[in-house]
């Protein structure tokens, strides 16, 4: 595997031996760990750049936001399930599975659209919020609706995935790649929880 | 794809599931105490951390796929996100330089 032409490096092989739509989709990813990163980073940025940052989660917020976790992260192993069983041809039960995710990411759309009304109802808007700081809201929802957006584009994602795949359209590979997409989402709220909610509780 | 074979059973994946809702769980009650919010932030961002390695390596396959995938994409994209810190000083600077 590594004497000289035939080694993984030496190029023109597949040096990755990967599907290139898995590749393709990794590569998307990266460039949205990057986006969502800078956004995080700009959040903490003008955290510490004003002395009076809001601290709108008490401890309703964070029963909300940890369900909320805990739906994204169940959500995640049936998807992993969702793959396997796509791996092994077990076209209905992927589809189950594809479902069960589903599901999971439309109870988190769900409280999250709820959490953001009890803030909008509070007077939080990306513009303006009633402890000072507007940049509190702005950097908030830009952040925290980027992830959303992704959430619901992921849950229509993978009803197609499902539709497609459960009528022999698709292959295990594209439930695979569907799969990298959804694994990311989740990864994405596992920084986005504890920077925004955990870091500006009341207590 | 030759790396199927060695997959890992459902039982296990329930079990990195398990270690990431731990991990969870220690992380909201580190919200509840009393530490201050720079021992809080790398606490909780270096679990977060650990976190993110479980599912890029599991949940994602990381593990499985050939050591030229990770090394090609992974390090290089560390290395920048780290890089957005070099705007930070300057935050502080802005809290200083108010009047």
């Known amino acids: 595997m590594s004497n000289g032409s ?54 309703h917020s964070i029963v909300l936001s940890s369900i909320m976790t805990l739906f994204l992260l169940s959500s995640s192993v049936t998807m992993v399930f969702a793959v396997n069983n796509s791996a092994a041809g077990n076209r209905k039960r992927a ?21 953001w009304a009890g803030l909008i109802a509070k007077g939080v808007t990306p513009f303006d919020n009633p402890w000072g700081v507007p940049l509190f809201g702005a950097s908030f929802f830009s952040l925290t609706g980027l992830h959303m957006t ?20 698709y292959t295990a ?13 989740d990864l994405v709220w596992m920084f986005i929880f504890p920077m925004v909610y955990l870091l500006s509780n009341q207590h | 794809m030759s ?42 961002l270096g679990l977060s951390l650990v976190k993110t390695a479980l599912i890029v390596a599991y ?6 796929e050939r050591r030229s995938v990770f090394l090609t994409l992974i390090p290089a994209t560390v290395i920048c996100i780290a890089l957005l810190a070099i705007f930070f000083p300057d935050s502080f600077r802005i809290l200083e330089l108010r009047p």
Do not use: C
């Not at chain 2, 949940?59 to 499985?64: A, K, Y």
């Open chain 1, 95 to 115: 589809v189950q599975w594809l479902g069960a995710t589903m599901l999971g990411g439309l109870a988190f759309i769900v409280l999250h659209s709820y959490e």
């Open chain 1, 150 to 169: 992704h959430v619901t584009l992921g849950v229509i994602y993978l009803g197609v995935i499902a539709w497609g795949y459960g009528r022999s359209k």
């Open chain 2, 3 to 44: 790396s199927d074979s060695h997959h890992p059973s459902n039982a296990f994946y329930l079990k990195v599931w398990i270690a990431l809702l731990v991990l969870t769980v220690v992380e909201i009650a580190l919200a509840y105490t009393a530490l201050s919010v720079g021992v809080m932030l790398v606490t909780l």
């Open chain 2, 59 to 64: 949940f994602m396959h990381m593990r499985f």
């Open chain 1, 6 to 59: 035939s080694g993984v490096w030496a190029g023109g092989q597949s040096p990755f031996a990967m599907n290139s739509k898995k590749l393709g989709m990794w590569l998307f990813l990266l460039s949205d760990a990057l986006t969502f990163s800078a956004f995080l980073f700009a959040y903490s940025y003008v955290r510490v750049a004003n002395e009076n940052w809001p601290r709108p989660f008490d401890a």
């Open chain 1, 173 to 185: 590979v594209d439930v695979e790649v569907s799969g990298l997409y959804w694994h990311f989402v």
